[in-house]
């Protein structure tokens, strides 16, 4: 088992920056792929970003390219979400999770998710 608790979310205006943190506990590697998600009321879970083990490869959804950035610190079982020029549509709950084989921006590919954090980016 591994659990895993986010935090970092909160009310931001547009264009402003957070900083997300996912925190790894139990079984935990540094060998697992993690993902970063969201959700909007009434929507699907979306990917977001993912990160390889080493941190050398990483996938970006198109919506966030340029303004989110992830990166892990696996001596602290800790993966991050940089978020800047946060937008209104940014607004989600966000969820870390770990992957564990098939398309990588499936939600169905990932497995051990975290209770997530608001983000909610005001107009």
């Known amino acids: 088992q591994v659990q895993l608790v986010e935090s970092g979310g909160g009310l931001v205006q547009t264009g402003g920056s957070l900083r997300l943190s996912c925190v790894a506990s139990?079984?935990?590697?540094?060998?697992?792929?993690m993902g970063w998600f969201r959700q909007a009321p009434g929507k699907e879970r979306d990917f977001v970003a993912a990160?390889?083990?080493?941190?050398?490869?990483?996938w970006n959804a198109d919506s966030v390219k340029g303004r989110f950035t992830i990166s892990r610190d696996n001596a602290h079982n800790t993966v991050y979400l940089q978020m800047n020029t946060l937008k209104p549509e940014d607004t989600a709950v966000y969820y870390c999770?770990?992957?564990?084989?098939?398309?990588?921006?499936?939600?169905?590919?990932?497995?051990?998710w975290g209770q997530g954090t608001q983000v909610t980016v005001s107009a």
């Open positions: 139990g079984r935990t590697s540094s060998t697992y792929t």
């Open positions: 990160i390889n083990w080493s941190g050398g490869n990483t």
């Open positions: 999770a770990v992957y564990r084989g098939g398309s990588i921006y499936s939600n169905h590919a990932y497995t051990y």
